[in-house]
């Protein structure tokens, strides 16, 4: 398996979608990816399910992310600490990201701090 720079995957998300390029953060996702978001009780499955989450959650709602920190717990998973301001107001939470041996986010499992 190759070496993967996870920390540089997950700061190319926050940035396409902190310029809310939707098209762009898909491509760092597989074709079965899956959003599961405690915070919104819902899961968002496959391309058609992230792109939907993805506009409606940082898009429409002009959500900023500024990212706290990242740990890289193996190859294929890792957590980030995020900031989240937008028309919500603000919130923190986590993105607990795992990725194929591509590179790719398989999956993302998302929740705000209570």
């Not at 597989?30 to 496959?46: H, L, M, Q």
């Not at 607990?96 to 041996?101: A, E, I, K, L, V």
């Amino acid at each position: 398996m190759k070496k993967m720079n996870l920390k540089k995957i997950i700061k190319q998300f926050i940035n396409a979608t902190n310029a809310f390029d939707v098209e762009e953060a898909l491509t760092l996702f597989t074709d079965d990816a899956v959003i599961d978001d405690v915070s919104v009780g819902e899961k968002f499955k496959n391309t058609t399910g992230v792109r939907k989450y993805l506009k409606k959650f940082f898009v429409d709602y002009k959500t900023v992310t500024r990212l706290e920190s990242v740990e890289v717990i193996d190859n294929q998973n890792a957590r980030a600490q995020v900031d989240f301001t937008g028309d919500f107001g603000h919130e923190t939470g986590g993105l607990n990201f795992t990725f194929n041996s591509d590179g790719l986010i398989i999956t993302i499992n998302a929740y705000l701090d209570l």
